[in-house]
């Protein structure tokens, strides 16, 4: 398979823990996707679920259902996506990509809350980070609706606390005196049909959504095959038949991309 990137992409990425990659679906597909997406997180299933409830205070930062292939067959058409699995490769340089979940990241409307700066690495039960997420918007996005920002090199720091995003803590806190704490975050306002992808220990943030529309995203969350399962308690994993210490496998963690 070609590669997608340029090389100076992959280098952006290694030394920045994010990158915005553009035209990455065709019109017709993020047309698709959206409709899709919007059955998806509308639709009653058994093997998807919402973390929040209407009206609490997650809702307010996200309207999130997680695993929306495992109802929704179209779905899986993009969280298997092959050229966005091959772009996970391609900034991991990992052998093969498995897809760890996929997950509708809608913010929504009135009263909403901004998505506090936070890691997502110390949230998902594996040993080693280098697990990704894709940030795929329905639409444009700016500060005004609920964009992300990042900062750059953030990656580097290594494994913090999780930051609770309903009640959040300031994860500052913790880089109390470090260079990183002088870094500028940088805002990424996206065109429909650009993304970004961040490595799961890069800090990131978004704006609360003031608009009139929920602010809709897909985000799927890639691992390198290999990456091991820590045995940690995650929604995902429990009662998933995976093996703390051994790498994830299987037809729920699915492998959709391999290095030729
Ligand atoms: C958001 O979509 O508001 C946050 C996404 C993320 O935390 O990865
Ligand atoms: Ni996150």
Redesign the pocket.
Known sequence: MKNYLEQSKIEFYKENGFVQVDNILTEEELDELSEFLEEAMTQEGTNSFATSAKGGSYYK??NQKVNVWRDHGGMSRYSFHPKLAQIAMELTGAKGIRVFHDHG?W?MPQDSKP?AW?Q?FPYWPMTEPGAL?V?IPMHDVDEHN?C?MFVPGSHKIGKLTGIDLANPQDIYEQIEGTELEKTKPVKIPLKKGSCTF?DGLTF?F?HANNSDEP?R?L?IIFMPDGTVYSGKSHPVTDNAGLEAGKPFGGGLFPLVARRK
Do not use: E, I, Q
Request: proline share 0%; no cysteine.
């Open positions: 930062v996200l990241l913010k998505t936070h997502d997420s940030w609920g992300m961040h990131h978004a602010r995203v985000a």
